[in-house]
């Protein structure tokens, strides 16, 4: 459980600061997928706090809960922006993603 919620919050975390950085890859995608440039920060905001939450959820198990369940919903919604760009080969990294906050929504 400890290291799942570690890893995945570091992987989060990297994903929100990658936001905030705006690279080109990035902004392509977002616009391949139909999603506005101005949401980035917002979506970087989502994944931080989820990262952090989980971390948070180390001492404050139900914070980690609640971070968890957030970050299924937010991957969720993901991977359904990919499939609605018809993105197939992107799926991979929204999907592990999601299968990383499931694993640890069933172990918090």
Known sequence: MVIMSVVTAA??????????????WILANMSRYGVPHAWLPVLGAVKAAGGLGLLAGLAVP?????AAAGLVLYFLG????????RCWSHLPSPGLFLALSIGCALTA
């Open 11 to 24: 992987l989060t975390i990297a994903a929100a600061a990658a936001d905030f950085v705006r690279p080109q």
């Open 62 to 66: 139900a914070l980690g809960l609640a």
């Open 78 to 85: 993901a991977v359904g922006t990919v499939v609605r760009a």
